[in-house]
C-alpha cells in the first residue's frame, strides 16, 4: 500500500449475509440537528467481499476501500472485531 495514499476505513455491524462472498454492512453515525442542536443516530449500508464467507449476522467488523468489485461492491472485509452470541 506504500505509495498509494491511506485508504478509508469504517466500522459496522452486519446485517445480511445471504449473498456468495458478500455481506451488507450497517455504518452509524451521530449528527447535530441544526435547530434543535440534538445528536440523530444516521445510518448508511455498504456492500463487502467476504471472500472466506465466515461472518455472521450481528458481527461487528471493520472495512476498507477498495477497487469496484461488481456493480455495488467498492469495500473489503478487513477483519472481525467482535463475533456475535449464537442463540
Known sequence: MSG?????TKTGIVISNKMEKSIVVRVDRKVKHQMYKKYITRSSK?????????C???DKVRI???RPLSKEKRWRLLEILER???V
Request: net charge negative; charged share 30%.
Open 4 to 8: 498509494r495514499g491511506t485508504s478509508k
Open 46 to 54: 455498504f456492500m463487502a467481499h467476504d471472500a472466506k464467507n465466515d
Open 84 to 86: 456475535a452470541e449464537q
Open 64 to 66: 476498507i476501500e477498495s
Open 56 to 58: 455472521q449476522i450481528g
